[in-house]
């Protein structure tokens, strides 16, 4: 079963509009946290945004925010106000913290990805 | 800082023959990680070192594939003999220490093309 899911493989969204990417995960660790990254064309992978799972409070940074549903396990990233340069694929991600100092010593499990297009 | 950085940036070769791809991880981090990219399969971790030490190899498609951390500063991943298979991207991205919430830098990654 797939550990992390992202159900729309592409979204568009108007310039100064708001945007919403899905990710739901799969765990049984009551620990773990979820990372989303983007990643331009240019083919760099840049860290966006953390929410920990005992953390109380939806994580935000700047435009971006995390609307974070634990029991529906569901942290949705949201983008506020897009812009053209937010055009880019993003991933979704979980390390387990059971796993964080075991065998596999907490390796990111990344979702497929959401292509997101600003259109102007 | 300078990041964590990847050479060469794009690499072409014939199959058969022996890849080299190399990774500075960013100075005073402990761990690093090889990562493969392809439209089919999305990112997949290939190996995790810990203070140089191997950890998790399972992610290793086979034989072929062989990576080395020397010290804490350069780490190479080598493919020998490379398949039309292995064309994808791979990322190489450091952590400065092992938590839940510490994210991974990644280098910009190497374009592997094997015809």
């Known amino acids: 079963a797939q550990k992390i899911t992202q159900t729309q493989p592409g979204m568009f969204v108007q310039e100064k509009e708001a945007v919403t990417l899905d990710c739901t995960y799969d765990t049984s660790d009551p620990s773990y946290g979820l990372f989303w990254y983007k990643q331009p064309s240019s083919g760099e992978m840049i860290f966006l945004i953390y929410?920990?799972?005992?953390?109380?409070q939806n994580a935000t940074e700047g435009r971006y925010s995390l609307n974070f549903q634990k029991a529906r396990k569901s942290a949705n990233l949201v983008i506020s106000a897009s812009q053209l340069g937010d055009s880019a694929m993003y991933f979704c991600?979980?390390?387990?913290?059971?796993?964080?100092?075991?065998?596999?010593?907490?390796?990111?499990?990344f979702g497929k990805g959401t292509k997101l297009s600003v259109k102007p | 800082d300078a990041g964590v950085i990847q050479s060469p940036r794009h690499e072409v070769t014939e199959m058969g023959q022996e890849v080299t791809l190399r990774c500075k991880p960013i100075s005073g981090h402990n761990s690093l990680f090889w990562y493969r990219q392809t439209m089919m399969r999305g990112l997949e971790l290939l190996i995790y070192f810990n203070n140089n030490v191997p950890i998790d190899d399972s992610g290793m498609p086979e034989d072929r594939f062989s990576a080395k951390m020397p010290n804490a500063s350069f780490s190479t991943l080598k493919i020998q003999p490379s398949e039309p298979r292995d064309s994808a991207v791979y990322f190489c991205a450091s952590r400065r220490r092992v938590a839940t919430n510490e994210k991974l830098f990644f280098g910009s990654g190497t374009q592997l093309s094997v015809l």
């Open positions: 991600a979980m390390r387990e913290t059971s796993k964080t100092y075991g065998g596999s010593q907490g390796n990111l499990i």
């Open positions: 929410q920990g799972s005992y953390d109380q």
